[in-house]
């Protein structure tokens, strides 16, 4: 029997409140702990990528959030997550940082003192998707977008097909911008971009790649897959399939395969992107590089550097809104 979203929400209700609920009996049985100052200094000197330690530093100063976990003091919920070096886990720490603006620290706190440091980390981050995922839930279930589930609602497959080329037309475009901002902005591409470069050369390019990347990096490149919704009418299960589908064409556009087919922005230009870095930003289709002049088209065999077939670039054209490599004109 199919559930309903409604009855996998009420499930899903019913687990947090199970987590939180062991969270609190457990803190109650453990609660007379015995306190040992720890003298360690609470964070390293490292350099730690954003959001750094300072954060931690600033919860710190707050004597409200310090608590005692099996023999330790903490100043709070999070420094015992990153276990006092945030530079060891930036990934974890990140993730930390995010948390704390979301669950309530108290509930952090009973989390870790029952599931111990490691998993209650997990534990909390459970509870902040479940929250995210629930909003974006409401917004698409209650009419704060433009989502519609059956195709007589849109007036039929004419309408249903011209929306959702218009909505995967933005798509592409939200993600082509935010995809250059990423390497444009100094800051951004540092602290958020850079460690998905690291795989610059085909040899070191594999499926795996496509999941190499900073967890902000992630949000930010998909954001514009919800961020269309309120703009365009969308297919609920069309716009469940086009996240579902990106997924998997992650992974084969960072397999350095030797295939290309314009318009699709397939393997071979994006392998382009990873070794040269300023061109090839489109995610699925190659319009966008045409039209803002960051497009180059690789001819010849992927990966081979020497003899009749190696790869080269034909020369960058001029696109339709730029003036030559990718700069923007203003009229």
């Given at each position: 029997m199919a559930l309903s979203f409604n009855l996998i929400l009420l499930l899903s209700a019913l687990i947090v409140a199970c987590l939180i609920s062991a969270a609190y009996a457990n803190t109650l049985n453990n609660s007379s702990e015995p306190f040992v100052e720890s003298e360690e200094q609470p964070f390293t000197d490292e350099y730690v990528p954003w959001p750094g330690s300072g954060w931690l530093s600033r919860m710190a100063n707050d004597p409200s959030n310090s608590f005692t976990h099996e023999g330790q003091m903490y100043t709070s919920a999070y420094e015992a997550v990153v276990?006092?070096?945030p530079a060891s886990n930036p990934i974890k720490n990140f993730n930390a940082f995010v948390n704390s603006f979301i669950v309530p620290h108290s509930v952090s706190i009973q989390i870790i003192k029952s599931f111990g440091a490691f998993w209650g980390h997990y534990v909390t981050c459970y509870l902040r998707n479940f929250f995210a995922g629930c909003i974006v839930y409401y917004g698409t279930a209650e009419g704060?977008?433009?989502?519609y589930y059956?195709?007589?609602e849109i007036g039929g497959f004419i309408p249903y097909l011209l929306n959702t080329i218009v909505y995967f037309a933005l798509v592409e475009i939200g993600i082509y911008w935010m995809h250059r901002t990423l390497h444009t902005n100094k800051f951004l591409y540092k602290h958020i971009h850079m460690p998905h470069h690291k795989y610059s050369k085909p040899e070191t390019l594999t499926p795996w790649a496509s999941i190499a990347f900073h967890p902000l990096d992630g949000m930010l490149q998909a954001c514009p897959y919800v961020l269309c919704l309120p703009i365009v009418p969308c297919h609920y299960l069309t716009h469940t399939i086009m996240i579902f589908f990106s997924a998997i064409w992650a992974t084969y556009i960072h397999d350095s395969m030797d295939w290309n087919f314009d318009p699709i922005?397939?393997?071979k230009y994006h392998t382009?992107?990873?070794?040269?870095f300023i061109y090839n930003y489109g995610q699925?289709?190659?319009f966008c590089d045409r039209i803002w002049g960051t497009l180059r088209v690789?001819?010849?065999?992927t990966g081979v550097t020497e003899g009749p077939n190696k790869v080269k670039l034909l020369p960058a054209?001029?696109?339709l809104l730029s003036s030559g490599r990718g700069k923007v004109k203003f009229f």
């Open positions: 276990e006092r070096d704060y977008t433009k989502c059956t195709i007589e922005m397939g393997s382009i992107h990873h070794t040269h699925m289709l190659t690789p001819v010849g065999k054209k001029k696109g």
